[in-house]
């Protein structure tokens, strides 16, 4: 039997470290591919590339964090392309107006600042400890985590900063979807919580939608949780398309 092709999309400053478990655990059934944003600094033009990189015309997409939203923009631009979704600690809102979207770019700017001023791993050591469920604080994991970050550079993270702060609204997208769609996250995850994931999973179709909460896992799942993260999305590949 031929593999499937399985896209699986990385967050904001995240590389191949992410998602190696998954990787290897879904080697026997699928070719994954993990695309590189580079210098790109739209949610859209992400997307585009994506699919303009990916080694066949139809694929199954996982997206983790920041590329969750670029996953939902893939299926906005090409929805055809997109056999099966997952969605892992991520969001759909729009960025907000006001006073909250002018503290968030605030302080995504101020992350920015220090990581030009001080380096992009001291950066992470005030950034990346709301990432994790608190059990993972000065461990190995942790400090993979620091790695990643400090393998990209303040331009790259300018990038990302301003495709986040100029992120489309995705709730449309997950109301036309036409595909089996899991949404997985962490139930400690600070970020982007498990109650945001099951308003999501309501936008869905129902006969398209499946929510998965893990415990004692943040933010990072794929990581932090590996094996559950895994045997998820094994399971997700064998869901019947349309």
């Known amino acids: 039997m031929s593999k499937e092709t399985l896209l699986l999309l990385p967050g904001l400053l995240c590389d191949e470290a992410v998602w190696p478990d998954q990787v290897s655990g879904l080697a026997h059934r699928a070719q994954s591919v993990i695309p590189d944003y580079g210098m790109l600094d739209s949610i859209s033009a992400m997307a585009s590339h994506v699919l303009q990189t990916a080694p066949t015309e139809v694929f199954n997409l996982a997206g983790h964090s920041m590329g969750g939203r670029v996953a939902l923009e893939v299926v906005r631009q090409a929805p055809q392309r997109v056999r099966r979704l997952a969605l892992l600690d991520t969001g759909y809102e729009p960025f907000a107006g006001g006073e909250a979207g002018e503290q968030e770019k605030s302080k995504r700017y101020a992350l920015l600042e220090r990581a030009r001023n001080s380096g992009m791993r001291e950066m992470g050591k005030l950034w990346a400890p709301g990432m994790v469920h608190p059990s993972q604080l000065q461990t190995p994991l942790f400090e993979a985590i620091l790695d990643m970050i400090e393998r990209r550079t303040p331009a790259q993270f300018e990038a990302q900063i301003k495709a986040l702060l100029a992120r489309p609204d ?73």
């Open 170 to 242: 995705a709730e449309p997208v997950l109301r036309g979807i036409n595909c089996p769609t899991w949404l997985i996250c962490g139930h400690d995850d600070a970020w982007s919580p498990y109650a945001r994931h099951e308003v999501m999973s309501q936008m869905v179709p129902a006969q398209w939608s499946r929510i998965e909460g893990i415990k004692d896992c943040g933010h990072m799942s794929t990581m932090e949780k590996p094996t559950e993260v895994t045997a998820l999305l094994n399971a997700w590949l064998d869901t019947p398309v349309r």
